[in-house]
């Protein structure tokens, strides 16, 4: 069986459930569980369907009880059967696409036949939003700047996107738009994408876990690193802490730079930023503790300098609970 607690499963679902926006089929359905005078004693005949949330079939899941003693595949149609003893207590549904659901301290009753349907889901179906990536722009002078971004699901920009951003910036980082004719402080995107999900190195998973009361001393040490002046700071905290405070725990990775370019969305500047830094949060909320299966790698962050024409963004996204089972 890959390695995850049945206390962890079941804090993944209670947060899972808490915080999707769409509703989601339960991870199993006991169709029936019937005695059965063809199934000999001593076991029982499980079998059953595996589909994804919208009813197709998923070949090739591994079903098995949790010592791998018994086990069986499903087919093109998503069928399978399974024999198991009556001594076993749980059985278990895998595929690399799809992770493991666990059916835990199940009482498989001799000379019965039981149903089960495994509703599998994809961690990387849920549509994610790419909230308030802000953009800094700082000149030693008066400066002309265009800015494109590289990102197709795009929801709302302020000010406009009309192809891009054509501003002027000073060494206030007043940005002077010159299609509507107004300055703003920042530039403002927001995006509809999916999956996104932790990056894992060889040692684990680089991140922060973190006590809702340690948010802000955290976000306050941790932008600094960074590189975030008091002001980007304080929008930056002002937005994320009440979201990230919600629930008694937080999980927090970092995308910086190449990360964000690669993951997140792609920009394009002329004339070309001296000095570059683009942070993006990824976040999940958790309410227990009990089981966390993941231990986080601290994250190590290089210098940022400014440096004539400075470019500064920042944005977030949440991440389901499900991008933290480690398989």
């Known amino acids: 069986m890959r390695t995850i607690t049945t206390a962890f499963l079941f804090l993944f679902c209670s947060a899972l459930f808490a915080y999707e926006k769409r509703p989601y089929l339960p991870y199993y359905t006991i169709e029936s569980d019937q005695p059965d005078s063809t199934v000999k004693k001593g076991f029982c005949q499980v079998e059953g369907t595996v589909m994804d949330q919208s009813a197709k079939a998923i070949s090739g899941?591994?079903?098995?009880?949790?010592?791998?003693?018994?086990?069986?595949?499903?087919?093109?149609?998503?069928?399978?059967?399974?024999?198991?003893?009556?001594?076993?207590?749980?059985?278990?549904?895998?595929?690399?696409?799809?992770?493991?659901?666990?059916i835990p301290n199940y009482d498989f009753k001799s000379g019965h036949r039981v149903v089960i349907r495994f509703n599998a889901r994809s961690p990387?179906?849920?549509n994610q939003t790419v909230k308030k990536p802000v953009i800094y722009l700082y000149a030693d002078e008066a400066t002309e700047v265009s800015v494109k971004l590289n990102h197709p699901g795009m929801t709302f920009t302020y000010p406009a996107y009309e192809g891009g951003w054509q501003i002027c910036t000073n060494s206030a980082g007043d940005l002077f738009d010159k299609n509507s004719g107004?300055?703003?402080?920042?530039?403002?995107?927001?995006?509809?994408?999916s999956g996104l999900g932790y990056l894992q190195t060889d040692a684990g998973v680089p991140g922060f876990l973190l006590a809702s009361d340690t948010l802000v001393a955290f976000l306050e040490n941790t932008l600094t690193q960074l590189g975030l002046n008091a002001k980007e700071q304080t929008d930056f905290i002002t937005f994320w802490a009440p979201q990230l405070a919600e629930t008694p725990y937080v999980f927090i990775q970092f995308l910086v730079d190449k990360a964000y370019d690669t993951n997140i969305a792609q920009i394009a500047v002329e004339p070309a930023p001296?000095?570059?830094?683009?942070?993006?949060?990824?976040y999940t909320p958790l309410t227990d503790l009990n089981g966390f299966a993941v231990q986080p790698v601290p994250?190590?962050?290089s210098a940022f300098t400014r440096s004539g024409l400075t470019l500064l963004e920042w944005g977030g996204a949440m991440v389901s609970p499900q991008h933290l089972i480690v398989p």
């Open 61 to 102: 899941a591994l079903i098995a009880t949790t010592d791998n003693k018994r086990k069986t595949y499903t087919d093109v149609n998503g069928i399978y059967s399974l024999l198991v003893s009556q001594k076993d207590s749980s059985i278990y549904m895998f595929h690399e696409q799809y992770g493991e659901i666990v």
């Open 124 to 126: 990387y179906d849920e």
């Open 182 to 193: 107004k300055t703003y402080p920042y530039l403002f995107w927001e995006a509809q994408t």
């Open 274 to 282: 001296e000095s570059q830094r683009r942070v993006f949060m990824l």
């Open 299 to 301: 994250q190590l962050f």
